[in-house]
């Protein structure tokens, strides 16, 4: 793989063009190293935000949010077709989340759940789409 960056502000992830040797799709290898590579070098600030990866910049802010976060995200044109972020929102129910499009995980079970889940779909994707053209193919 190419490199990370070592500055905790800005992490940028390679582009990687081929399922990955574990078999996943680009966006799932990616957003791992993604989450990875914050793990590794994201050190808590004095003062700072509890997320590392809060996009509000603002000093004691109280609603935390991450929905661009690099590797997060497959496009479709201009538009996302599945993305992922974050939320953590003040108030009675102040506990993160984080969404898979407009699907939320209130803990770490549930999104390795869903991932679990998705990478079966893009496999039986794979699958079918050989299916589908092979058929294609026949005259
Ligand atoms: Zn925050």
Same mark, same amino acid.
């Given at each position: 793989?190419?490199?990370?960056?070592?500055?905790?502000?800005?992490?940028?992830?390679?582009?990687?063009?081929?399922?990955?040797?574990?078999?996943?799709?680009?966006?799932?290898?990616?957003?791992?190293?993604?989450?990875?590579?914050?793990?590794?070098?994201?050190?808590?600030?004095?003062?700072?935000?509890?997320?590392?990866?809060?996009?509000?910049?603002?000093?004691?802010?109280?609603?935390?949010?991450?929905?661009?976060?690099?590797g997060l995200e497959v496009m479709d044109g201009a538009d996302p077709l599945l993305e992922a972020g974050m939320a953590a929102c003040s108030g009675s129910d102040s506990a993160p989340v984080v969404y898979l499009r407009?699907?939320?995980?209130?803990?770490?079970?549930? @999104?390795?759940?869903?991932?679990?889940?998705?990478?079966?779909? @893009?496999?039986?994707? @794979?699958?079918?789409?050989?299916?589908?053209?092979?058929?294609?193919?026949?005259?």
């Open positions: 793989m190419g490199q990370l960056t070592t500055d905790s502000s800005k992490t940028t992830i390679p582009a990687v063009s081929a399922l990955g040797t574990n078999g996943h799709l680009p966006f799932v290898v990616r957003a791992a190293e993604a989450t990875a590579a914050r793990a590794e070098h994201a050190e808590p600030q004095a003062g700072a935000c509890q997320y590392r990866d809060c996009e509000d910049t603002a000093p004691g802010h109280f609603d935390h949010f991450a929905h661009s976060v690099p407009n699907w939320e995980a209130s803990n770490m079970a549930e @999104l390795q759940a869903k991932v679990d889940e998705i990478r079966r779909m @893009l496999d039986a994707t @794979l699958e079918f789409g050989a299916r589908v053209f092979a058929d294609g193919e026949r005259a």
